[in-house]
């Protein structure tokens, strides 16, 4: 399974990005996808996730009611519709693909399959 994120950019406070993820080779091996970033210096942590097909997504409280993860199996691809960016939201975005079915935020270690990183930097 090889994913490719795409969509990070530099933008103002309060301002919209959204991410892309392409996932090919083998999705029928595929449980969830989820989002993740890591800021300078701190760990990779989880933002959001979502069962590959069907089912509803999961996302950290600091950014609930602002970003949305959704995706298109048709497309292979997984979004992260990400509204109100604040200059905290700054980081390194992953997307990855975890071979279980999971409900819930779904911690790094579970998932197999990674993306290269995509940049997003919030100016205030």
């Known amino acids: 399974v090889q994913l490719q994120a795409s969509g990070g950019g530099l933008v103002q406070a309060g301002g919209s990005l959204r991410l892309s993820c392409a996932v090919s080779g083998g999705t029928f091996r595929i449980g969830t996808v989820g989002w993740f970033r890591q800021a300078p210096g701190k760990e990779r942590d989880p933002v959001a996730s979502v069962p590959w097909r069907g089912g509803i997504g999961h996302y950290v409280d600091s950014v609930k009611d602002r970003f949305t993860i959704s995706r298109d199996n048709a497309k292979n691809t997984v979004y992260l519709q990400m509204n109100s960016l604040q200059p905290e939201d700054t980081a390194v975005y992953y997307c990855?693909?975890?071979?279980?079915?999971?409900?819930?935020?779904?911690?790094?270690?579970?998932?197999?399959?990674w993306g290269q990183g995509t940049q997003v930097t919030v100016s205030s």
């Open positions: 990855a693909a975890d071979p279980q079915r999971r409900v819930g935020v779904t911690p790094s270690s579970a998932f197999d399959y």
